[in-house]
Every structure is written in C-alpha cells, then in structure tokens.
Nanobody, 113 residues
Framework: QVQLVESGGGLVQAGGSLRLSCAAS????????MGWYRQAPGKQREFIAR???????NLADSVKGRFTISRDNAKNTVYLQMNSLKPEDTAVYYC???????WGQGTQVTVSS
C-alpha cells in the first residue's frame, strides 16, 4: 500500500502563488501515476492535474497556464505549483496515486479577493 500526505496549503491573496507537496510512502513511487484533485464546498471533486511515470502531464482547462504538476522521484514527492491564483481556486486539494486508489487527507487552499 501507499500513504500520501499533502502539505503547503494556506491563505493567499488573488494573484499570488502556492506550492503544494504530496509525500508518498510505501514504495514504487516512480512507477505511479500521480494526480491532484480539488473539492470546493458544495461541489463535486474535480480533476486538476496528472503526471505519469514517464513525466507526461495533463491539466484541467480551468488551471492550464497557471498550474504546473511535477515530481521528484528521489524524494517520493509530487508537487503542484499554483500561480495567478483566483478566489475560485479555493478548495481542499487532494493527492492521488492512481494504481493504488490511494488519497491523501487533503490540504486547504483559500484565495482571498
């Protein structure tokens, strides 16, 4: 099994930046497809970004051009760099390991106008 722990969330003003981290334990990290999702109050959890073992990436249209997903296999960590943040980005952000159907506990991101 794999365990995921997100960190890096917080309060930021519109236009600012945050970098989220997701640390994985359990082994085989370099072989995993990792993703970021978010859920705002009263809304469905939505896909944000995905990075495959071969480093190919996918981003949701709502964040394309503003967010970047990356990974450091030596550190068993996946990152989400969030720039030009908007109030509508406010949500709990979750890390996902696709092959293990594993999720982290989430980290809160709040963007003020």
């Amino acid at each position: 099994q794999v365990q995921l722990v997100e960190s890096g969330g917080g309060l930021v003003q519109a236009g600012g930046s945050l970098r989220l981290s997701c640390a994985a334990s359990g082994g085989l990290f370099s072989m995993l497809t990792m993703g970021w999702y978010r859920q705002a109050p009263g809304k469905q959890r939505e896909f944000i970004a995905r990075i495959r073992s071969g480093y190919d990436t996918n981003l949701a249209d709502s964040v394309k051009g503003r967010f970047t997903i990356s990974r450091d296999n030596a550190k068993n960590t996946v990152y989400l760099q969030m720039n030009s943040l908007k109030p509508e980005d406010t949500a709990v952000y979750y890390c996902n390991a696709e092959e293990f159907n594993a999720w982290g506990q989430g980290t809160q991101v709040t963007v003020s106008s």
